[in-house]
C-alpha cells in the first residue's frame, strides 16, 4: 500500500524524538565519562581501579545500547505482501509432503505426538492441504476474528497472517505486531523485536550502573566540602535521570522477558485470540492455550536466534519469516478437538 503524503510527513517528523534521544545518549556519556569519572571521582580521590571500571562498562554499554537502537530505529518491522507472495510461491511448487504433516497432529491426541512441536514447514504443508480439499487460494492463517471470520485488511487489501496487525501511525500491516513506539518512530515487530529488548535490556543496565555510581559522588559533592558549578548540575540532573529510568527499565524489561518467555507480544498479552485450525470447523478461544507458545527455550531461540553467541548482539538472526510459525502439538490438538 503506498504511503499518503501525510504519513510520509509524520514519519520525518517522527525522527525529532530519535534526535532528541541520541542528543540524551550524547549528552549522558559526556557528563557521565568526562565530568564524572575522569575529574569528580579522581578529586574525591577514587581508586584507579574503579575509574577505569566504571569507563569500560559505560562506553561497553553505551556502543551496545545506541547500536541496538539504530537497529530499531532503522530495521523495518516487516510487512506480509513480500512474504506472502514468497510463501504462496513455494506452496503452489510443493504439497508432497501432506501425509507426513499430518501425522504429527492428528494422532488422537497430543500426547502422543511424536514432536511436542508443528514446525511452520509441516503447518504450512497442512494449511495447503486443507486449502486444496477447500478449493480456495492459499491461506496462512489459523487466528481468526472474533466472529470467526477470516482476518483481513481493507487499507492494505489482504488476508493478515497470524500475529499480524495494521500501523495506522505507519499506515501498513506489520508482522508480529508487539506496538507502535514513538521514541523509535517505527513498530516493534517481527524483524525488529530482538533490536528493541536488546536495546532496553542494555539502557536498563547503563541507566542502574549509572545511577548506582552516581550517588555516592553526588553525596559527597553536595554535603557542602566544594562549590557547587555547572557541572555538578548537569550530574544532579543525569542522576535524577538514570535513576528515574533505571527503575522504568528494570519493570519494562521483566515484562518484555515474560512475553517473550511465554511467545506473547503486547498486543497479544491484551486481547484472546480466536483460533480456528481447520477451515471446517467452528472459531475456539482460550484464555490459557497459547498456540504459538513451544517452551521457554524455543520461544526465546525463536527470537533471539539459535547461536548463543549471537544472543546479546543487535545482529538479525531471528527464526522464520514472520508468517508462520511453529506451533505447541498439545494447543493445536487441544483445539483441534475443541472444535
Ligand atoms: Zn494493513
Ligand atoms: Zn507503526
Known sequence: MAKTTKQKIIK??????????????????YAYVFI????????????????LFLQIAAHLLIILSIWSYLMVVFIHPGTPSKALATLKGRTSRSSSSDDDANLYVRNSSGRDSESPVIE????????????????????????????????????????????????SICGECILKMDHHCPWINNCVGFHNQKFFLLFIFYT??????????????????FAGQMAIDIDDIQLAFLGLLTGLFGIMLIFFVGFHIYLLVNNRTTIENLERTVYKVDQNGSPTTSKYLNVFNIGTYRNFTEVMGRKPYLWFLPVGNT?????????????????????
Open 12 to 29: 520525518v517528523v517522527g525522527y525529532l524524538p530519535v534526535i532528541l534521544c541520541l542528543g540524551a545518549f550524547c549528552w549522558g556519556y
Open 36 to 51: 564524572y569519572c575522569r575529574q569528580r571521582l579522581l578529586t574525591l580521590g577514587a581508586p584507579n581501579g574503579l575509574r
Open 120 to 167: 511452520s514447514q509441516q503447518l504450512q504443508t497442512m494449511l495447503h492441504s486443507q486449502n486444496e480439499n477447500a478449493n480456495s487460494s492459499p491461506s496462512f492463517q489459523i487466528t481468526v476474528k472474533q466472529n470467526g471470520d477470516k482476518r483481513y485488511c481493507r487499507k492494505c487489501e489482504y488476508e493478515k497472517p497470524d500475529r499480524c496487525h495494521h500501523c
Open 204 to 221: 536498563a543496565i547503563l541507566c542502574t550502573l549509572a545511577a548506582f555510581s552516581l550517588a555516592p559522588g553526588l553525596y559527597h559533592l
Open 319 to 339: 527464526e522464520g519469516n514472520g508468517v508462520l510459525y511453529p506451533l505447541s502439538s498439545y494447543a493445536y490438538n487441544t483445539l483441534s478437538m475443541a472444535e
